[in-house]
C-alpha cells in the first residue's frame, strides 16, 4: 500500500538512550491494472459471431512480464488460461448469453485479477 512509512529505534549506550528516527513516502504501483471485458458485436445477433476481449494495460509497459486470460461464462470456465486474450464464439444461441467475465494473472501466478461481469445478451431474446 502506497503511504508514509516511520521507522523508528532506541539504542541505549552506558545508561543514555539514543533515539532515531525517519520517515519516507513510498508509492506502490500496481503491476497492471484491473481487466475490463468487451464485446463485438454489440449488439449480439442470433448465429452471428461473437469476439470478447479481455483489456488491460501494465504500468509501467514491461517487455518482459508476460500475462495470461482465461474466460468464464456463469462462473464456469470456457476458455483456460492462456495468452490469448480474446474468446470467440463462431455461432452464438441461447446457451452462450450469460453473465462472462476475464480473468487476468501473471505467469507466476503471484499476480491476478478478474474483471466486472458483462451480460451478454442475444438481441431481441430474454434470459
Known amino acids: 500500500m502506497s503511504g508514509t512509512y516511520k521507522c523508528r529505534k532506541e539504542v541505549k549506550h552506558h545508561l543514555i538512550y539514543y ?3 525517519d520517515e519516507d513516502s513510498i508509492f506502490v504501483r500496481e503491476l497492471f491494472t484491473t481487466p475490463t471485458i468487451t464485446v463485438s458485436p454489440n ?3 442470433k448465429e452471428q459471431k461473437m469476439t470478447l476481449k479481455c483489456q488491460t494495460s501494465l504500468h509501467p509497459p514491461r517487455p518482459n512480464t508476460q ?7 456463469e462462473g464456469q470456465i470456457v476458455q483456460e488460461f492462456s495468452n490469448n486474450d480474446t474468446y470467440e464464439v463462431f455461432n452464438v444461441h441461447s446457451e452462450d448469453c450469460g453473465k462472462y ?7 507466476d501466478g503471484k499476480v491476478e485479477k478478474k474483471s466486472a461481469e458483462q451480460l451478454i445478451q442475444i438481441e431481441g431474446e430474454q434470459r
Open 19 to 21: 533515539k532515531h528516527g
Open 67 to 73: 500475462l495470461q486470460f482465461a474466460f468464464y461464462r
Open 43 to 45: 449488439p449480439v445477433r
Open 101 to 107: 467475465l476475464c480473468e487476468v494473472k501473471t505467469i
